[in-house]
């Protein structure tokens, strides 16, 4: 069965550069959730989207901006990259219609970036 | 707000033995989903088991079960007949649920545990 897919896989960046995450959902889902996991740590919720509107934001900074597209793919922008940003980044995709349905979100591999 | 509590932080098992692992969580929804997430060294999240706040049935996955306890806001996963390839962080994590589509504070983001690491030893 089809997966979501991540691309990069893994990206090294200069301070104060930016970055482009890309993530392509599970064909027919229409909801994407971005996280963010620090080394050790559990995931930290971004920023979510459904149809492509965003449906909630969570602990994303200013410099940060996502969106999704007609596709339903979507892509998370960093920009002035900081040696903090240096984590695993994960985007998962689910139905967001609602109903009796679990909407199990299915996890991509991750994008795992590198501040220097 | 939600609260998922892992108070192992790490565990270790024999090849070929059953291990449980803890999860409780705090919440006043009366419905809400549960799942236990695997993250092996790969760090790939992979899904393990969930289960719906409405049912009273314990899921099970093959050698993967759970105790759900609702009243007691427990939700533990046994892993029988421990593989050398079940060594992973184990998250637990919540949800809510909603009738409704995905909308503006109708989120369903996922609530983690901060996870526990188990090493399964031959």
């Known amino acids: 069965a089809a997966g979501v897919i991540q691309s990069p896989r893994h990206l090294i960046k200069e301070k104060r550069e930016t970055a482009t995450l890309k993530c392509y959902p599970i064909?027919?889902?229409?909801?994407v959730y971005w996280y963010q996991q620090g080394p050790g740590q559990d995931p930290q919720f971004l920023i979510s989207?459904?149809?492509?509107?965003?449906?909630d934001k969570g602990s994303i900074p200013d410099r940060f901006s996502a969106q999704q597209f007609s596709d339903y793919h979507s892509e998370l922008n960093m920009s002035s990259l900081e040696l903090g940003d240096s984590a695993l980044y994960f985007c998962?995709?689910?139905?967001?219609?609602?109903?009796?349905?679990?909407?199990?979100?299915?996890f991509g591999p991750g994008t795992r970036l590198l501040v220097l | 707000a939600q609260t998922v509590t892992q108070s192992q932080p790490e565990m270790s098992v024999q090849e070929a033995e059953t291990v449980t692992l803890s999860c409780t969580y705090d919440?006043?929804?009366?419905?809400?989903?549960l799942f236990w997430y695997k993250q092996p060294p790969s760090r790939q999240m992979i899904l393990v088991i969930r289960?719906?706040?409405?049912k009273q049935q314990n899921a099970t996955e093959n050698r993967f079960s759970v105790n759900f306890q609702k009243a007691a806001k427990s939700f533990s996963l046994k892993i029988s007949d421990s593989q050398l390839g079940d060594t992973a962080m184990y998250f637990c994590?919540?949800?809510?649920?909603?009738?409704?589509?995905?909308?503006?504070?109708?989120?369903?983001?996922?609530?983690w545990g901060l996870g526990t690491s188990l090493a399964v030893n031959p």
């Open positions: 919440t006043s929804e009366s419905n809400y989903y």
């Open positions: 289960q719906e706040a409405y």
């Open positions: 064909p027919r889902h229409d909801t």
């Open positions: 989207f459904y149809e492509k509107m965003q449906s």
């Open positions: 998962a995709s689910s139905l967001g219609g609602g109903g009796t349905r679990v909407e199990t979100q299915y």
């Open positions: 994590a919540f949800m809510k649920f909603s009738s409704r589509p995905v909308r503006t504070g109708n989120n369903r983001k996922l609530i």
